[in-house]
C-alpha cells in the first residue's frame, strides 16, 4: 500500500508542541496551528498544556482548557513525560535537582515513552520557522497549506497499524508571529469545527465560584498596564530610565528629561490615568465599573537593579533608589484613587491572574497600550463570536499606530487613540458614542 493510498483509508492527525513562554502565547500558537491543522484535513489530538511560569501554573485548569479535550487526548501516558524529567511543551525541560539522572531519562524517553507506549503512532514533527516552511510571500495562504502538507506527508508511514500524527511547534517564533500567524487570523477568524473555548470556560468557571470584579448594572471597562521589563523608571533626581523601547534592554541609558526621540514609543501609569479621566468625563458618574490590572514595578526593579552598573551612579544614588523602590508602585497607582467606580490589582500572582482572565472575557471595553499582547492573544481564543458582541478596545499608543486588527479578525473592535492628543481625538469620541449605542438606553 503506498502513502497516499494509506491517507486515503486513515485520516492524518495533528497535534501542538507549545513553546516554553507565557499561557496566552501558548494560546494563540495554539489557535493558530488549530486552525492550520483543520484546514489541512487533519484531525486533531490534544497534548496536554501546562504553565511553568510563576503564578499561571494552574491557568489551564482554570480555564478549562485541558478537561475540555480531555476526550481526545494524545495519549492517557502523557504524565510520562514528567516522569522522564520534561514535558509534552517544546522545550520546556525541568532539569532541577538530579539534573544528570534526569537528563539521561530525557534521552531515554524515545526510547522508554515512544517504542513502549507509542507504537501505535507515528509522529512527524513539522517545526514552524523551518527554512523548508520559510517562504516570504505566504498569499494565497493555500501556498503555504499545500507546502506543510507534502514536507509533512514524506514520512507519513503506509503501515495502516499506526497513527500518521503530526506535531506542529516554533523554531524561533518571529516568523510566526509577523507572518503566518496574522495570516491564519485574517484567513480563518473562527475556529472551522466551531471550537468555543468561551462557553467551555464560563460552564467550567460556574464551579470555582469566580465572582466578577465589575458591578453588574454597569458597562465595565477594563484596563490593563503592562510594566515588568517594559516600564518607563524615574529616578528620585526625577530623570528617566526607560527599559523597553522596542528594542535589547542593553545596555540601560538615563535620560535627564523626555525629550530623546525615544520617548515617543512609552507610556507611563500617569498616561492611562489621563485616558481614564478623559473617558469617563463623557459618562455619568455611575455609568462605569472599572478595573485597572497590571503587573506592577517589582520586575522592573529587579530588572534595573540587575543592570544598574549601565548607569554608573554613586552610592548616594543607589541607596535612593533602593529607598524609593519601596514605596514607588504605591505612589504612581495611588492616582487611580480618586476616581470613582475603579478598583487596582497590582501584582503578579495567581489571583490577580485568574481576576484578570475572568474580566477580559466579561468586560464590555478593554483599555491597553500598543505594547501589550496578552489580553489580544487571549482574545483570539477566548473572544466573543457573536459579531454584535465582539470586545470593544481601546488601544492607547503614542507616535506609532499599531495594527491589532491583523492579530485579532473579527474579534474585536477596535479603537486606536492617541494619548498626547486626547482632546482632539476624533476616534476617542467615535468609540465612545460606539460604547453607549450598544450597553446604554
Request: glycine share 4%; net charge negative; with cysteine.
Amino acid at each position: 500500500m503506498t502513502t497516499d493510498q494509506a491517507i486515503e483509508r486513515d485520516p492524518v492527525y495533528f497535534t501542538i508542541l507549545p513553546s516554553k513562554a507565557g499561557f496566552t502565547d501558548q494560546l494563540y500558537q495554539f489557535s493558530v496551528f488549530y486552525k492550520l491543522g483543520l484546514s489541512l484535513g487533519y484531525v486533531y489530538l490534544h497534548s496536554k498544556y501546562v504553565s511553568d511560569r510563576e503564578g499561571s501554573e494552574d491557568i489551564y485548569d482554570f480555564l478549562g482548557f485541558n478537561e475540555h479535550f480531555q476526550q481526545h487526548t494524545l495519549t492517557p501516558k502523557d504524565r510520562l513525560y514528567h516522569l522522564m524529567g520534561t514535558n509534552n511543551c517544546q522545550g520546556q525541560e525541568k532539569m532541577g535537582r538530579f539534573g544528570a539522572v534526569k537528563g539521561v531519562l530525557k534521552r531515554a524517553k524515545f526510547w522508554a515513552v515512544r517504542k513502549l507506549f507509542f507504537d501505535e503512532f507515528n509522529f512527524v514533527d513539522v517545526g514552524l520557522d523551518e527554512t523548508a516552511l520559510h517562504i516570504q510571500n505566504l498569499e494565497p495562504i493555500e501556498h503555504f497549506q499545500n507546502l506543510v502538507r507534502n514536507i509533512a506527508s514524506r514520512n507519513f508511514t503506509g503501515d495502516p497499524k499506526r497513527k500518521n500524527v503530526v506535531r506542529f511547534y516554533l523554531v524561533t517564533g518571529r516568523y510566526f508571529f509577523l507572518k503566518l500567524a496574522p495570516l491564519v487570523c485574517q484567513k480563518i477568524p473562527y475556529f472551522q469545527d466551531g471550537l468555543d473555548l468561551r462557553s467551555t470556560y464560563f460552564k467550567h468557571v460556574r464551579n470555582e465560584l469566580t465572582n466578577s470584579i465589575f458591578d453588574e448594572d454597569k458597562i465595565k471597562l477594563e484596563m490593563h498596564i503592562r510594566l515588568g521589563d517594559t516600564a518607563l523608571m524615574e529616578t528620585p533626581w526625577h530623570s528617566f530610565v526607560p527599559l523597553w523601547s522596542g528594542r535589547s534592554l542593553r545596555p540601560l541609558i538615563e535620560y535627564p528629561d523626555k525629550s530623546n526621540k525615544i520617548f515617543a514609543h512609552t507610556m507611563d501609569v500617569t498616561d492611562y490615568w489621563r485616558f481614564l479621566k478623559k473617558f469617563t468625563s463623557y459618562f455619568e458618574p455611575d455609568d462605569v465599573s472599572m478595573a485597572v490590572f497590571s503587573d506592577g514595578y517589582e520586575r522592573a526593579f529587579k530588572e534595573l537593579f540587575r543592570m544598574l552598573d549601565d548607569l554608573s551612579l554613586d552610592d548616594k544614588q543607589i541607596q535612593a533608589l533602593k529607598e524609593s523602590s519601596l514605596t514607588y508602585e504605591q505612589e504612581k497607582f495611588s492616582v487611580f484613587d480618586e476616581i470613582r467606580n475603579c478598583v487596582c490589582v497590582v501584582g503578579e500572582n495567581n489571583k490577580a491572574l485568574k481576576d484578570l482572565v475572568n474580566a477580559s472575557l466579561v468586560a464590555d471595553v478593554i483599555v491597553m497600550g500598543c505594547n501589550q499582547n496578552m489580553i489580544s492573544k487571549l482574545l483570539v481564543a477566548y473572544g466573543n463570536a457573536n459579531p454584535d458582541r465582539t470586545s470593544i478596545i481601546i488601544m492607547l499608543y503614542r507616535d506609532k499606530l499599531p495594527d491589532y486588527q491583523i492579530m485579532l479578525g473579527e474579534r474585536a473592535v477596535i479603537y486606536p487613540v492617541d494619548i498626547a492628543d486626547l482632546d482632539s481625538d476624533d476616534r476617542l469620541v467615535d468609540a465612545v458614542s460606539a460604547i453607549k449605542r450598544r450597553y446604554t438606553v
